[in-house]
């Protein structure tokens, strides 16, 4: 299933326009949630998760699929070892 199609699968069950479905983005009570790659292995997962802002880095932590948390964290570390030191 890919992003897109998780989206829009998710909002044909709410009841929740698409208007941002190929971007992986969808509005969900006031607030933009965004669909990123699950590996938590939980029974009927599609593998996407729906997270809003404040959901994202622990997700990225703890159950994302490990090539994207690698990703992630060489992405941080890079970006730490750049930053001007004050």
């Not at 790659?37 to 996407?48: L, M, V």
């Not at 990225?60 to 750049?82: G, T």
Request: charged share 30%; net charge negative; proline share 6%.
């Amino acid at each position: 299933m890919t992003r897109a199609e998780f989206i829009r699968d998710y909002a044909a069950s709410s009841g929740i326009p698409t208007d941002w479905a190929e971007l992986g983005l969808l509005e969900v009570r006031g607030k933009t949630k965004i669909a990123l790659p699950c590996a938590c292995e939980r029974d009927g997962c599609p593998g996407w998760a729906l997270l809003a802002a404040d959901e994202v880095l622990d997700h990225l932590e703890f159950r994302a699929p490990e090539k994207l948390r690698d990703a992630y964290n060489d992405a941080v570390s890079a970006l730490d070892q750049s930053s001007p030191r004050a």
